[in-house]
């Protein structure tokens, strides 16, 4: 299945001149959200992943998925002031503004194997914040995944020197 022909583009949203890329329509084909979550769970079945964390919020959608096909744990990395309880946090500049991650301080146990994942890398600035976040309790990345990529942006220099996977990219458009 070709997932990138379930991803609707919205031009100019949320400001004039960005090519948003929106995954609702992907979501909203149960065979191709199936699809995604398949190809993700093929390509970690074997990674001994210990936990899963979905980046804010639709990181969460598929990474929730794939911490219950692989029986391990899921941590929701969210937006300021969004846990209840004592975190660590990293602000990251994004496409077009500034904005703070946060994760419970006990999420994530020393030398745990972790796999961060969230809908797409535009200019690489979220998952960076997400990585450090992983890595400042002790954590391991495994690797980054994406349902999309923007190879436009540059999201790879960003965290250059991490493993990432990308199930789709736009690439000039």
Known sequence: ?????????????????????????????????RAACDAFYNRYKEMNINKIVGIDARGFL????????LNVGFV?????????????SKSYSLEYGRDTLEMHADAIAKGERVLIVDDLIATGGTVS???????????EVAECAF????????GRRQIKGYKIFTLTEFEGE
């Open 1 to 33: 299945m070709n997932l990138k022909e379930k991803i609707r583009t919205v031009p100019d949203w949320p400001v004039k001149g960005v090519m948003f890329r929106d995954i609702t329509t992907l979501l909203q084909d149960p065979a191709a959200f």
């Open 62 to 69: 598929f990474g929730a998925v794939l911490a219950y096909k």
């Open 76 to 88: 929701p990395v969210r937006k300021k002031g969004k846990l209840p309880a004592r975190t660590i």
């Open 129 to 139: 914040a997400a990585i450090k976040l992983v890595e400042e309790l002790g954590g």
């Open 147 to 154: 349902l999309v990529e923007l190879p436009d942006l540059n």
